[in-house]
């Protein structure tokens, strides 16, 4: 996937921010912290709580970034 979520998960570990907190708040499901640690899709309602609670926005924390075979765009 060429959206890599590194920035995000760098920004998690210096606020402390682990799956315990994720879940006790509510910000967002396990499944999305899985997705998140092995480079899954996630939705914008996502980002949008995420960039809430890192009081950032979404190009603080998501990276494009071209696969392997040179293709921009998963499903071309």
């Not at 899709?41 to 696969?67: F, M, N, S």
Request: glycine fraction near 10%; hydrophobic fraction near 30%.
């Amino acid at each position: 996937m060429p959206i890599v979520y590194n920035k995000m998960l760098a920004r998690f570990e210096e606020k402390g921010i682990t799956s315990y907190k994720i879940k006790k708040d509510k910000i967002i499901g396990q499944a999305t912290w899985k997705k998140i640690h092995e480079g899954g899709h996630i939705d914008t309602r996502t980002l949008g709580a995420i960039c809430e609670l890192l009081e950032c926005q979404p190009g603080d924390l998501l990276e494009y970034v071209k696969d392997d075979e040179g293709r921009q765009f998963e499903n071309e």
